[in-house]
């Protein structure tokens, strides 16, 4: 999907540059939508996301969708069908090994080569680009090289329509701030007291670090219908807008059970037209 859009050349000081089909030239025009869904652990942020990459790419085939696979457990290609074998934190240990032995050519620079490495392992799919960030091994971080990382992957968002991101659990990536570049926050709670403290921490951790968001949406996942004027009035209280419930799918329930990917879930799935409810409220969806 992305490499019919963009070419990678370098510059005449060395430097890589991503040519986009937009402009032609080293500055990227293109800025699409970054969505980031968050919430406590076992939530169901995965199954959110997933749900809502499969809605969004089948109702808008026009357009780039990029899923960043953002939570270190990198379970999204497993609930998506989508077979994953290198990640960006394998990638960027290689790399670190590679300048421990000096072995990088002279010719190229640390970032021109862990940009060419990411663009190796982005998965494409007829719906949506995939990119698993994982983890790295070991302790310790090596600063030049995760700086250049988080260059690379605000180019690489820069030509997509949408960017929906799985974050890690809890108030990590607020603190990281790698949700710097995000419009829209999702946070998904469960009819839990922990997944609404949750909730509320996320959105005051983000006024702490001074991370602008243009919208905090709150949303119930297997959630009775009877529940949804209660988790209405918490939004409100916490200052989100309330996105909407998903119900208890049973299909969900089966999917994952026998390994079956979620996009292959029926468009009657109550947890499927729940969704799509949900994208039309947040505006996504006609």
């Given at each position: 999907?992305?490499?019919?859009?963009?070419?990678?050349?370098?510059?005449?000081?060395?430097?890589?540059?991503?040519?986009?089909?937009?402009?032609?030239?080293?500055?990227?025009?293109?800025?699409?939508?970054?969505?980031?869904?968050?919430?406590?652990?076992?939530?169901?942020?995965?199954?959110?996301?997933?749900?809502?990459?499969?809605?969004?790419?089948?109702?808008?085939?026009?357009?780039?969708?990029?899923?960043?696979?953002?939570?270190?457990?990198?379970?999204?290609?497993?609930?998506?069908?989508?077979?994953?074998?290198?990640?960006?934190?394998?990638?960027?240990?290689?790399?670190?090994?590679?300048?421990?032995?000096?072995?990088?050519?002279?010719?190229?620079?640390?970032?021109?080569?862990?940009?060419?490495?990411?663009?190796?392992i982005l998965r494409e799919t007829p719906g949506f680009d995939l990119l698993v960030m994982g983890r790295g091994e070991g302790e310790g971080c090596?600063?030049?090289?995760?700086?250049?990382?988080?260059?690379?992957?605000?180019?690489?968002?820069?030509?997509?329509?949408?960017?929906?991101?799985?974050?890690?659990?809890?108030?990590?990536?607020?603190?990281?701030?790698?949700?710097?570049?995000?419009?829209?926050?999702?946070?998904?709670?469960?009819?839990?007291?922990?997944?609404?403290?949750?909730?509320?921490?996320?959105?005051?951790?983000?006024?702490?670090?001074?991370?602008?968001?243009?919208?905090?949406?709150?949303?119930?996942?297997?959630?009775?219908?009877?529940?949804?004027?209660?988790?209405?009035?918490?939004?409100?209280?916490?200052g989100y807008d309330f996105a909407g419930i998903i119900p208890n799918d049973e299909n969900i329930f089966t999917h994952n059970l026998a390994g079956?990917?979620?996009?292959?879930?029926?468009p009657e799935s109550p947890a499927i037209q729940a969704v799509k409810l949900i994208l039309k409220r947040i505006g996504l969806l006609d």
């Open positions: 999907m992305l490499q019919q859009h963009i070419r990678k050349r370098v510059n005449s000081d060395g430097c890589a540059a991503i040519y986009s089909r937009y402009n032609g030239d080293c500055t990227l025009q293109k800025k699409g939508l970054v969505i980031a869904v968050s919430g406590k652990g076992g939530v169901g942020k995965t199954t959110t996301t997933a749900l809502m990459a499969k809605i969004l790419s089948e109702s808008n085939p026009e357009k780039d969708i990029l899923v960043i696979d953002a939570n270190p457990d990198s379970n999204l290609p497993d609930v998506l069908g989508i077979p994953v074998t290198r990640t960006v934190g394998m990638v960027t240990d290689d790399l670190k090994k590679s300048l421990e032995k000096s072995e990088i050519p002279p010719t190229m620079t640390k970032e021109d080569i862990l940009e060419t490495r990411i663009f190796e090596y600063c030049p090289v995760n700086a250049f990382l988080a260059h690379i992957i605000d180019r690489l968002v820069g030509n997509y329509d949408i960017t929906l991101m799985d974050m890690e659990a809890g108030l990590e990536h607020l603190s990281r701030r790698t949700d710097r570049d995000v419009d829209i926050m999702i946070v998904v709670t469960d009819p839990s007291s922990m997944g609404l403290q949750t909730a509320k921490r996320i959105k005051e951790v983000a006024k702490e670090v001074h991370i602008d968001l243009k919208k905090f949406y709150l949303i119930g996942n297997r959630f009775k219908p009877e529940m949804e004027p209660m988790l209405r009035d918490e939004a409100q209280k916490l079956k990917p979620l996009l292959n879930l029926s």
